[in-house]
């Protein structure tokens, strides 16, 4: 494991002055920099099978923990959690750090945060990643996963909070193959402290069930700002047995990218596919950045 979390991390200042760790590792002069970032209840340490193969291949790697995530600073109020301060956060890091040509790969909610930073910076962006990652504001009500049904009444409030539900439900129900202890064991630990649990479960509250939802708002801002990217190459790559986004959500970025290359990689990976099936998507990841690079 120590092999795994081996790569070098830094922490940048952004919103409020919280502390966000960032894996910041190989050349910063590299002519392509990777953007990883990751969604609900993960951490940096969900691309660590992706990470060392892109840095073989002569690339910089940048991996932020979200803030209540990960190894970075984790506020106690759920008031601070929104998709709102979560896309600020990313946009200050990427600011701070000055980073350009930039190859975004985004999964859960990196979709939202991450297309937000590229609606907001467009120019510092050479091109998208979206793997089982949705950024579209709900036009109707919509009824969510159960999943997310169970998490978001009071119960499951307590219950996320206090005995680390959201954690220990995503990691056995979003895979197709058992997690090694080990490995659950990395999931966990940066969510013993209270501001990660409270972090992770009110990252299930923000899923918009309807129009009115406070992220839905800002999911139709970033939805304005998509028509600064249709000339930035796109790849969707989809694990089909996620029980949170089904495989037919992928047809929706090719609907509103018509520049999209919409690839369903795997039928026996889950939601978190970088532990079921990390092969597949690597290589066509930067197969990909291969082909598209200049």
Known sequence: MDRELGFDRREVPVVDGQRMSVIDDGPREAEETVLFHHGNPSWSFLWRKLIGPTLDRGHRVIAPDMIGLGMSEKPLSPAYHSLERHVLNLQDMVE??????????????????????ATRLPDRIERIVIANSLAFAPESERSLSLWHKLLSNR????LGTRANLVAESAFRFGVEHELPDAVLDAYRWPLSERGGRVAAHRLVEMVPEGPGHLSAETLRTIEDGYHQLQDV????????????????????????????????????????????????????MLEWIDATSP
């Not at 000055?98 to 937000?116: A, E, R």
């Not at 119960?155 to 307590?158: A, D, E, M, S, W």
């Not at 790849?235 to 029980?243: E, S």
Request: proline content about 10%; cysteine-free.
């Open 96 to 117: 701070t750090l000055d980073l350009d040509d930039l190859t975004l790969m985004l999964h859960d909610w990196g979709g939202p945060i991450g297309m937000g930073l």
């Open 233 to 284: 190459p796109m790849l969707v790559l989809w694990a089909d047995r996620d029980p949170v986004m089904p495989a037919k959500l992928a047809a929706k970025w090719a609907r509103a990218f018509p520049q999209a290359d919409v690839r369903h990689v795997s039928d026996e990976a889950g939601h978190f596919w970088p532990e079921d099936a990390p092969g597949p998507f690597r290589r066509a």
């Open 155 to 158: 119960l499951g409030r307590v």
